[in-house]
């Protein structure tokens, strides 16, 4: 099963969750409603901090962007070596 999978299947199943607890509040008594909208709370405040836990590890641990003139030197250069093959490649044909 592919990571982004897993992924998915975790979102569904936390998203049902909460689902079912802040509409279950309706259908019990008043004391278990109140402690069920508590932990319907503490799960949105624990989910939304490990999402921005979450999203600044991934941008601490990621490599800095290249510059764009680095990667436009990186294309010009692929570019020429293109160019060069294409000529020789033409140059064989009319040698033919």
Do not use: C, N
Request: aromatic share 8%; glycine share 8%; no cysteine.
């Amino acid at each position: 099963m592919h990571k982004k999978d897993l992924v998915g299947i975790f979102f569904v199943v936390v998203g049902a969750l909460l689902v079912v607890g802040v509409l279950l509040p309706f259908f019990v008594p008043e004391e278990v409603a109140l402690l069920i909208l508590k932990l319907v709370a503490l799960s949105f405040g624990g989910i939304i901090g490990f999402l921005l836990f979450w999203i600044g590890i991934q941008l601490l641990l990621s490599p800095p962007p290249k510059p764009l003139d680095e990667i436009e030197k990186e294309i010009e250069k692929e570019v020429e070596e293109i160019k060069k093959e294409v000529r020789d490649m033409l140059k064989d044909k009319t040698e033919d």
